[in-house]
T-cell receptor
C-alpha cells in the first residue's frame, strides 16, 4: 500500500490567499483525521471524519478553516483567507475504526504551509 | 478524559548507550498507548502500541515499551542507541471506546558519536 498521500508537500502563499491541502487515505480505512503541528502548540487535532462524515470539528480554529470528504478516498482542508499564523505543518492520518479498538492511525508525510 | 506527559523535551545519549524516553498517562477508561517517531521533514511513524495483550511491547528498530498500570507509565527503551535513532518521539493515549488520540509534546532524541 502507498500509505497516506498528501499534496502539496510544501506550499508558500501570501496572506489573504486561499489554500487547499489534499489527502488520500489508505484504501479500506474508514476514518480520517487532520492535524496541525507547530512548535508552540505541538500536534493539534483539527477535525475527524468517520465514513466520510465529519464527527468532531471542535479543533478547527475558526471559520476560515473548512474540511470536506466527498468520498472515501479523498479529503481537503481549505483555509480562506490565509494568515501568517496559519503557517504550520498539516498532517492527514487515517485508520480503520472497527473491530479491535486500538484503531492505529497512519500518518501522511505532511504539508508544510508558509503564509507570508 | 485522557492526558499524556512526556518528561524531557530533549534527551541526549551516546551512541551505544541505553535510550530511555519517559511517558506518563492518565485515562478514565482502559487506555491504548502508542509511541510514534518523527524524522525531520517526515510524518509520524508508528513504533509500537499497547493494546492490553501484553505489558511488554516490542516495536520496530529495536525499541520496546512496558506498560505499568501502577505507575501509569509507558516508557520507551532501546538497549543501544544508533545514530539513526536521532528523531522526535511522541507518546499518545487513546481511551477504549473513543477515537481521539492525545499526543504528548514530544521528546527530541540526540545521539552523540
Amino acid at each position: 500500500d502507498a500509505g497516506v498521500i498528501q499534496s502539496p508537500r510544501h506550499e508558500v502563499t501570501e496572506m489573504g490567499q486561499e489554500v487547499t491541502l489534499r489527502c488520500k487515505p489508505i484504501s479500506g480505512h474508514n476514518s480520517l483525521f487532520w492535524y496541525r503541528q507547530t512548535m508552540m502548540r505541538g500536534l493539534e487535532l483539527l477535525i475527524y471524519f468517520n465514513n466520510n462524515v465529519p464527527i468532531d470539528d471542535s479543533g478547527m480554529p475558526e471559520d476560515r478553516f473548512s474540511a470536506k470528504m466527498p468520498n472515501a478516498s479523498f479529503s481537503t482542508l481549505k483555509i480562506q483567507p490565509s494568515e501568517p499564523r496559519d503557517s504550520a505543518v498539516y498532517f492527514c492520518a487515517s485508520s480503520f475504526v472497527g473491530q479491535g479498538d486500538s484503531d492505529t492511525q497512519y500518518f501522511g508525510p505532511g504539508t508544510r504551509l508558509t503564509v507570508l | 478524559a485522557q492526558s499524556v506527559t512526556q518528561l524531557g523535551s530533549h534527551v541526549s545519549v551516546s551512541e551505544g548507550a541505553l535510550v530511555l524516553l519517559r511517558c506518563n498517562y492518565s485515562s478514565s477508561v482502559p487506555p491504548y498507548l502508542f509511541w510514534y517517531v518523527q524524522y525531520p521533514n517526515q510524518g509520524l511513524q508508528l513504533l509500537l502500541k499497547y493494546t492490553s495483550a501484553a505489558t511488554l511491547v516490542k516495536g520496530i528498530n529495536g525499541f520496546e515499551a512496558e506498560f505499568k498500570k501502577s505507575e501509569t507509565s509507558f516508557h520507551l527503551t532501546k538497549p543501544s542507541a544508533h545514530m539513526s535513532d536521532a528523531a522526535e518521539y511522541f507518546c499518545a493515549v487513546k481511551g477504549s471506546g473513543t477515537y481521539k488520540y492525545i499526543f504528548g509534546t514530544g521528546t527530541r532524541l540526540k545521539v552523540l558519536a
